[in-house]
């Protein structure tokens, strides 16, 4: 199955399958960046193009898979834990969930798109379930299914981005030989715009934020020092192809601003609950791969300090460039994370 992940600057695809033995492998992946506007707070403005976009992505990565899961930004779904009776039929949780959905989404039911699922047995009340509740607007649902299918592919799976980026970087947290129960893991994502963090303690979310800052930031820094358009500053930005001046003077100040944006984002967290350490900082997106990022981030926080590489652990096509996509593999993080839904 393919993982499609669609954000305001780029879509990106992920194929996940199997070796004969059942170990992970990156069968493709590819990235193809979209213009500013096309897509705006989640909504597609620009179909025509988003499509035209997709439809060159798949042929990009060369996929042959039609099978697709998809994501709706966090703004976009309203999500709400419940406590149910255990042992009632699938029928009657249905029924049960629908009426309890009417007291926590401000929208006729017939609006929306609602799912499900049992996260397992409640501790609060023994013989009691807790219920995970999912509902977006059925439109925004729509575009992303009426996208899918103008490209030629069949969309199975609609999840929650935040939540696409978590079962990725679940499957990391599991794999470190230092791994143990209870470790909390900041994990942020640097995207064009917005810089998510999301603080996870045994695939619980402790605390998540947004922050209005992102790689976009150093597009513009980049345009301003040198004149060029956004577009030839961002190209020049993923080719490298800047003057001698470029890290010290532009570079090393928007790392300098991101490293502080992770700390007040940590410190929030810290003030805002009981908590006052992470035992690791997991770095994903565009910018996460800046030369010296990491370190920076650990000398500002005291706090070990890692860039997410989904792909870890995977046997690699023969078919993918390896160079570059150790390159971009944090910006895949969600991307992996729908594609993972086919094996759980």
């Avoid at 979209?34 to 499509?51: M, T, Y």
């Avoid at 570079?251 to 810290?270: C, D, K, N, T």
């Amino acid at each position: 199955m393919l993982g499609l992940d669609i954000s305001a600057s780029s879509v990106k695809l992920v194929e996940l399958g199997q070796d004969k033995v059942g170990n992970l492998m990156l069968e493709s992946c590819a990235i193809v960046p979209l213009e500013r506007g096309w897509i705006n707070d989640g909504n597609i403005e620009k179909f025509d193009e988003v499509a035209d976009a997709l439809r060159r992505l798949i042929k990009k990565s060369g996929t042959k898979t039609k099978n697709i899961a998809m994501a709706l930004p966090p703004s976009a779904v309203i999500t709400k834990k419940i406590v149910l009776p255990g042992g009632m039929t699938d029928h009657d949780l249905e029924m049960q969930v629908e009426s309890e959905a009417n007291q926590y989404i401000p929208f006729p039911l017939d609006e929306v798109s609602l799912d499900f699922c049992i996260l397992g047995p409640s501790a609060s009340a023994v013989g009691d379930v807790d219920v995970l509740i999912a509902a977006s607007r059925r439109e925004k649902v729509q575009d992303l299914q009426g996208l899918a299918e103008a490209a030629g592919l069949k969309p199975v799976i609609v999840d929650v981005k935040s939540y696409a980026s978590r079962l990725a970087a679940s499957r990391l947290i599991a794999r470190m030989p230092d791994h143990s129960e209870d470790r909390i893991v900041a994990l942020f994502e640097v995207g064009s715009l917005t810089t998510s963090m999301q603080v996870i303690r045994n695939d619980e979310v402790l605390y998540d934020r947004d922050q209005a800052f992102g790689g976009a930031q150093l597009t513009q820094l980049i345009v301003r020092q040198y004149g060029f358009s956004p577009e030839e500053a961002e190209a020049k930005k993923c080719s490298g192809e800047l003057p001698e001046d470029y890290a010290r003077t532009v570079l090393q100040p928007f790392i300098e601003s991101l490293v502080q944006e992770i700390g007040r984002a940590l410190q929030f967290f810290f003030t805002s609950t009981t908590h006052n350490k992470v035992d690791l900082v997991m770095l994903a997106g565009g910018s996460a791969s800046l030369a010296g990022l990491p370190a920076m981030v650990t000398r500002q926080s005291s706090f070990p300090c890692m860039v997410a590489n989904p792909f870890e652990g995977m046997r690699i096509a023969e078919g993918v460039e390896q160079k570059k996509m150790l390159l971009e593999a944090p910006s895949y993080l969600a991307a992996c994370g729908l594609a993972l839904r086919r094996f759980v």
